[in-house]
């Protein structure tokens, strides 16, 4: 059986793309945060270019606010302050 080092890396096909870092709840974190569905701002980074809601394992959150990030987003999207889907350049069609 064959075992790989560092330098394998490189001439299999290069260096990780993807590094990893210490995910901690903003909102567990700083008390004075609050999810509410009027603040575009905060609710825009925790949405793709797409328009999709971010998974936990990529933002961070707990379960418990997560849950309340996905209804707060779900309200802005309702009344207009979020769209649903990504923006569509004339270049799409």
Not at 10 to 33: M, T, V
Not at 36 to 63: H, N, S, W
């Given at each position: 059986m064959e075992q790989f080092?560092?330098?394998d890396r490189q001439q299999r096909g290069g260096e990780r793309r993807y590094?990893?870092?210490?995910?901690?709840?903003?909102?567990c974190a700083d008390k004075n945060l609050k999810i509410d569905y009027k603040q575009?701002?905060?609710?825009?980074?925790?949405?793709?270019?797409e328009g999709?809601?971010?998974?936990?394992?990529?933002?961070?959150?707990?379960?418990?606010?997560?849950?309340?990030?996905a209804t707060a987003i779900k309200?802005?999207?309702?009344?207009?302050?979020?769209?649903?889907?990504g923006g569509h350049s004339d270049e799409d069609r």
């Amino acid at each position: 059986m064959e075992q790989f080092d560092g330098n394998d890396r490189q001439q299999r096909g290069g260096e990780r793309r993807y590094f990893s870092r210490p995910k901690f709840c903003q909102f567990c974190a700083d008390k004075n945060l609050k999810i509410d569905y009027k603040q575009t701002d905060l609710l825009r980074r925790l949405v793709t270019e797409e328009g999709k809601i971010r998974p936990r394992r990529q933002t961070g959150t707990c379960a418990l606010h997560q849950r309340a990030l996905a209804t707060a987003i779900k309200r802005a999207r309702l009344i207009a302050l979020l769209p649903f889907s990504g923006g569509h350049s004339d270049e799409d069609r």
